[in-house]
């Protein structure tokens, strides 16, 4: 591959509820990250309420970017182009973020690159902490795996921005199972880490959950898994008025790891990966980290803790590539992208 020229890429991510704003050089020092988290405020909901979402967004947004200049110790003189999650996303907050990346963009005369959020996430892989050593490129051809709170997906990455998409879930994003079955076991919000803790004191092998295995495809189904837990939750509290929540949790996050693993196992050896990328919010989760991490047969990257959920150095980075491989976007780019991942390019 050729060398790509040098640039300090400032982004802008307003997708759902975290207004955050960070400065990523040639697609991988991270020079800094801000993230205004709303998680306090929807809690209360016991989800995200999309228009109060945007209103902080409207108050954060211009603190958030300042803090992340001040933070690297710069100015937008020192920025080659600003990058913005175009979606995909809420729309009343996405257009927070857009409307500020483009506002930046015209008043300091800097190219805008808008960023699909998915795209974002997988390139969360690539950041490191400015001033740590770099650690390992990803290698392509790549599997990702992308399982976030509303999307999860299988591509595979023969180069930068080129995916190709082999399946992806069918209902609910693993994420999203993961919030849902919080509810049912009245573990809160958000649903991942509570059911994270609350299945390491769990039995994973008490409760037999299904899986979908979905034989011949790279397809994913949650939903089964949740009614089934949904059903041994009413069960059980009829029987003994008691909710058992850690083992259920364990049991459930096991079903789910499990097919993740599988999955990603399978479709990296079928298509020949010589390594494999694991990103989004539910990333995060320790027992899916230990699966990849303790099979030896390809290399795994997965992006730290502070890059799994929602952040804008995953913007920056993925924009880099973009804006170094001569992806600009106009200036009255929409807020919700025309494109998926595998059009992406
Ligand atoms: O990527 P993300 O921040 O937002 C989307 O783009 O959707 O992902 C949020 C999702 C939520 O569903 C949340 O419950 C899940 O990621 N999540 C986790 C963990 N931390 C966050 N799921 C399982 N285990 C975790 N530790
Ligand atoms: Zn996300």
Known sequence: MTELRPARILAIETSCDETACAIVENGRALLSSVVASQMEIHARYGGVYPEVA???HVLSVVPVVEQALA?????????????VTQGPGLAGSLVVGMNMAKGLALGAGLPLVGVNHLEGH????WVYEAGDNAPPEPQFPLMALLVSGGHTEL?????????QRLGATLDDAAGEAFDKVARLLELGYPGGPAIQSAAEEGDAGRFNFPRAWLDGTYDFSFSGLKTAVLYETRELKKRSG???????AASFQKAVVDVLFKKTMDAAREFGAKEILVAGGVSANRALRQAFRAQGEFPVHIPPLSLCTD?????ASAGYYRFALGHVSDLDIDVLPTWNLSQAA
């Open 54 to 56: 945007s209103r902080q």
């Open 122 to 125: 997988l390139y969360s892989a």
């Open 311 to 315: 952040n804008a150095a995953m913007i």
């Open 155 to 163: 591509n595979l990455m023969t180069e930068h921005l080129t995916y």
């Open 71 to 83: 933070q690297a110790h710069l100015t937008l003189k020192d920025i080659d182009a600003i990058a």
């Open 242 to 248: 008691h909710l058992p929540a850690h083992d259920l």
